[in-house]
């Protein structure tokens, strides 16, 4: 519509100056000037008579064109000497000056805003695509964090665990400890007891020794001879055997008691090295994870803010356009058009101008 109102008005405006045009022909023909000169009192009727002709020209371009500054010029030809009317016209290409000066200026300004506004959409896209994939790596990281963190407690969880059931079979070692123990000794004291009884009886009725044959007649038929039951291969040996495994079984019991605590200890300060290494490690990365939301969060509204101005920046664009389409995209033709205007004014002030003098210097 915009540009049909465009068209419309500079073809009204090139109709216009060729109205004006020809009123001025009217007033400036050579059959005017002849007849102004043939003598001074039938010139203010000559001037009439074009001033008539003039006016009768501008009335019917001012009703074709529905321009009401012709109807006004056209009625100060009739009444209104040249100079006013040349003053009027001078006032025209004033106007159509000030309206091509305009024009650049707004052009000018267009296309500077334009192209700044560009450059800053352009700017803040980028700015936006950054805080993008640093907010896509903020949440990859943050994910990251959040899957060791959950490993970490984990496996201190378990280091815990393993710890106390090290300790509670610990205990249960060195309770079967103690009992072996105290029974290996229980045992040996028993059996040193028994033995020493056994000694002293066969010491004291030692029948080892060398016997003196009894008086009288041999022992009836039907006794064997008595032996003792104490011989480093009977009773004694069997006991004093049981005695040295029991023993060695203490001491066993007491080297794998050593071991065991040896090892316990060593478990438990490897694990608690372990359990604390793997809390600062949590501590560390938990310190990371709460940076690193505060960074997103950052991020985000960071991003939003700049969404807010690139959204800003997109309706100034399109004011911009809507105020600045027009004038770009018909700049050259507007251009074109005024400089026509203007000049077909100007001659018409030349014709205009002419004339004036002409019939000064006729009437003097």
């Known amino acids: 519509m915009t540009d049909q109102e465009w068209e419309e008005r500079q073809k009204t405006r090139q109709e216009e100056i060729q109205a004006c045009s020809e009123a001025l022909a009217v007033l400036s023909s050579d059959d005017a000037h002849d007849t ?4 001074f009192n039938f010139l203010q009727i000559t001037q009439d008579s074009t001033r008539a002709q003039a006016e009768k020209v501008l009335l019917k371009a001012a009703k074709k064109f529905g321009n009401p500054k012709l109807s006004a ?3 100060r030809v009739r009444l209104d000497a040249f100079a006013r009317i040349v003053e009027d016209i001078n006032g025209m290409v004033t106007a159509l000056l000030k309206e091509k000066a305009d024009d650049i200026k707004h052009r000018d300004y267009c296309t500077a805003e334009i192209n700044q506004n560009e450059h800053a959409q352009e700017l803040k896209a980028r700015d936006i695509n950054a805080l993008d994939a640093s907010v896509a790596d903020l949440t990859s990281t943050i994910s990251q964090l959040q899957k060791s963190i959950a490993d970490l407690e984990s496996q201190i969880h378990e280091m815990q665990v393993q710890l106390k059931r090290a300790g509670e079979d610990r205990e249960a070692e060195n309770s079967d400890f103690q009992t072996t123990v105290s029974d290996q000794r229980a045992t040996q004291k028993l059996l040193t007891s028994a033995l020493n009884v056994l000694k002293g009886f066969y010491e004291k009725k030692s029948l080892l ?3 003196q044959e009894p008086a009288g007649p041999p022992p009836p038929a039907g006794f064997k001879t008595y032996e003792k039951q104490g011989g480093s291969g009977g009773v004694l040996g069997m006991l004093e055997q049981i005695i040295s495994e029991a023993k060695q079984l203490e001491a ?10 040896k090892a316990y200890e060593s478990f438990v300060k490897d694990t608690n090295k372990s359990v604390e290494e793997k809390n600062r490690d949590l501590v560390n990365k938990s310190s990371e994870k709460a940076q690193a939301e505060a960074d997103k969060t950052a991020a985000v509204e960071n991003k939003d803010v700049a969404s807010s101005e690139q959204q800003q920046n997109m309706n100034e664009n399109a004011d911009l356009h809507k105020s600045c389409d027009f004038t770009l995209q018909n700049f050259e033709v507007r251009q074109a058009a005024l400089e026509q205007e203007t000049e077909a004014l100007r001659q018409a002030i030349a014709v205009l101008s002419g004339s004036s003098v002409k019939v000064f210097l006729q009437k003097n």
Not at 36 to 39: P, S
Not at 252 to 261: L, R, V
Request: proline letters at 0%; charged letters at 30%; a neutral charge.
């Open 36 to 39: 102004f000169t043939k003598t």
């Open 73 to 75: 010029l056209a009625n």
């Open 209 to 211: 020794q060398t016997k």
């Open 252 to 261: 066993d019991a007491i080297k794998a008691e050593a071991d065991s605590q």
